[in-house]
């Protein structure tokens, strides 16, 4: 189960980036919601990786 | 100790000039802080002087440079007697007088006849020259040597990363720079100073996460019960599908 937590959050972060990358490519074609909305989904990407990892106390 | 290290403390103790010994210390300072002085020289003279020595550049530049070479000489020599000197020179005083050499040059720096390629390997220089002044080790100098040092047997890593964890790591970094090269093809002036802060912002999140990411490989952890880590996620998985939900949506209207 642990390893596949560990893949799991290695996919996540590189989707994140992946989704940074896209927004600030289309930030630079001009296209500002699209560029929001794949900003937004890299951090929320990115969040849902950290809680993978290591959940908050309070959830506990 | 030996005859040969006599004669060198004799040597050494023998009297010299004091303009020659305030020349050997001065080469010696330099040599010391090398770790800054040689990144700070290639900055400077990649994204300071290079602009100042146009047609166009106005004089004020040229003597804002050269007192910023003279911050960035000065330094090494006041590092030692009077450290909060030397960083002020080195700080303060360098990275100063080029941020007003940039100012005066106002549209003459776009000439730079070496943009852009120069120009990114001079702010990889100032990155170098703002690592260096750091706190470094001292070449030779054992951290166990110190007096505060607690003797005892040498403390064990309590666990060992996964061999793949370096690898795991570069995947992570490679993909974080990913947004910052893309945000050089922005062309836009303000767009693409906007780009590249966000650009900068993600890389570091990603590259802060990931390292967590890649520490933990394989690492034994007490996971709580798979329902306990599903509501913990839940807020962030929750606005993800809302986002990719809306996302669809907008696709079909569009």
Redesign the interface.
Known sequence: ???V??AL??LL??G???A??V???A??E?RDLSAI?W??????????????????SG?? | MSELGAAHGAERARPHSPAKANGAGALRALRDRMHTVLPGLYAWLTTVALPSVNHSAPSSARVTAFFALLALLAAPLFAGARPWLGRALGIFGFIGCSLLTWLLLGSALVRNPGDPVLSALGAVAFTLYALGWGSLRRRGVVPEDAPNVILGAPLQPRLRPHPIAPFVFGLILVSALVPVFLAFRVVEAERGLFAHAVAILAAILTITVGARVATGLGQPRELPASAERLNAAAVPLALLALLFGLGFLWLVVR
């Open positions: 189960m642990s390893k937590v560990d959050s290695i972060v590189l994140a980036s992946l940074f990358a927004g600030v490519a930030l630079g001009r909305y900003l937004a989904v890299g951090g929320l990407v990115l969040r849902a990786a950290v809680e993978l990892l290591r959940p908050r959830a506990r």
